[in-house]
């Protein structure tokens, strides 16, 4: 059976706006270099991704167009703002929750470049504890990197209150949004966040290889890549303004048009619209299988809210026999593993077995989800 219910958007979002697809097929076909040139092709390219930075800005309360940098996805992002931020003899904060992309580059400048790192731990229900996370600060503290909810779980962490600890240490504050951009409201001059990374195939509704990060004014990231920027060419070194200061090389205005698109549809939905749409496919999911014999459900109420996922385990059987079955029995597309997160798993106790997770988008149906608890349910009623 062809998979057809797609249950697998925190890893990429495979239902879009049409809009987002319109907006691509038509720069690919239209769009030269941004800042290449004074043609039209050129300029057009150039007008469009200022638009973007812009929506992007106004979406995440930063601010303004010049502070939104372009990246290929919130991987890069976050290593451009941790390599670019910390030097030989800080420290570095961050929690078990994270993705590999906050934890590899913390880790690679731990291994190579004299900085130390404290991973504060979340609790085996998914808690973080605050105060645990304030005592680890240092006098050399310079960064707090944390995820902004669990790719995992999905719990949503408090950022502003993460926020608040992190500046009253004099460190800067760096929030992975790769799971809430677009999804759950964020902004940045009220929650006092100083560097937000995210991605543009998520939530954002756009294509893969677009993301970027904003950032708050008074923060200077060393650049992670020097190059053409289109301007200042006789300058050895890369500019010091934002934000040419992070992006070397030809931008992806192809696909930053379908992320502009992207974030102009749910500009008009509503962030809070989408969240709750979503939120109640996943309440709705969990409701039906936490109480099936043999099902564990993992984390989504850990936090200060949650966002579309659902992470489950039927017994003792592998997670990715259980996603494939899944796929193969029912067309269910689900993530199964370790999802680049494996000091959260070992927090849940789920290292060795990994865990399945079903990740719903505003896209999906009630019937979709329905379907799925019975999938869960005879799963569970042959194996557990």
Do not use: W
Request: net charge negative; aromatic share 6%; with cysteine.
């Amino acid at each position: 059976m062809p998979s057809s219910m797609y249950f697998d958007n925190a890893a990429t979002t495979r239902l879009k706006p049409p809009e987002v697809a319109k907006a691509v097929a038509e720069a690919i076909t239209s769009f030269g270099g941004v800042g290449r040139g004074v043609h039209e092709a050129s300029i057009d390219a150039g007008l469009t991704v200022y638009a973007a930075r812009q929506k992007v800005s106004n979406m995440l309360g930063g601010p303004g167009p010049k502070s939104v940098a372009f990246a290929s996805n919130a991987t890069e992002a976050l290593n451009v703002a941790i390599q670019g931020l910390l030097k030989p003899g800080d420290h570095a904060i961050t929690t078990a929750a994270s993705h590999n992309s906050v934890l590899r580059p913390l880790f690679r400048m731990e291994d190579e470049h004299e900085v130390n790192v404290t991973v504060v731990s979340i609790g085996s229900d998914g808690t973080l504890d605050y105060d645990e996370l304030d005592a680890a600060f240092r006098p050399n503290t310079r960064l707090v990197a944390v995820t902004h909810a669990s790719n995992l779980t999905g719990d949503v962490y408090d950022i502003a209150r993460l926020a608040a600890i992190a500046h009253d240490h004099g460190a800067t504050i760096v929030v992975d949004a790769a799971q809430t951009a677009g999804l759950v409201p964020i902004n940045m001059k009220e929650q006092g966040i100083d560097i937000v990374c995210f991605t543009g195939h998520k939530s954002l509704f756009g294509p893969q290889g677009t993301g970027g990060l904003c950032v708050a004014e008074g923060i200077d990231i060393e650049p992670l890549k020097e190059g053409g920027t289109g301007t200042h060419s006789y300058d050895r070194r890369q500019v010091s303004f934002m934000p040419e200061r992070l992006e070397a090389g030809t931008l992806n205005a192809h696909g930053i048009a379908g992320l502009l698109a992207g974030v102009e549809y749910i500009e008009k939905k509503g962030v809070e619209a989408i969240h709750d749409e979503t939120i109640a496919l996943a309440n709705r999911f969990e409701e039906g299988v936490r109480a099936l014999p043999g099902v564990a459900v993992y984390g989504g109420h850990a936090g200060i809210g949650r966002t579309g996922i659902v992470a489950i385990n039927i017994g003792a059987c592998d997670s990715a026999m259980i996603a494939d079955m899944l796929s193969t029995a029912y067309g269910m597309c689900t993530r199964a593993g370790a999802h680049c997160a494996p000091l959260m798993h070992e927090s849940l106790g789920t290292s060795n077995q990994g865990a399945v997770r079903f990740s719903f988008s505003h896209f999906n149906t009630v019937e979709e989800v329905d379907a799925a608890i019975a999938a869960v349910a005879a799963l569970a009623k042959e194996l557990a």
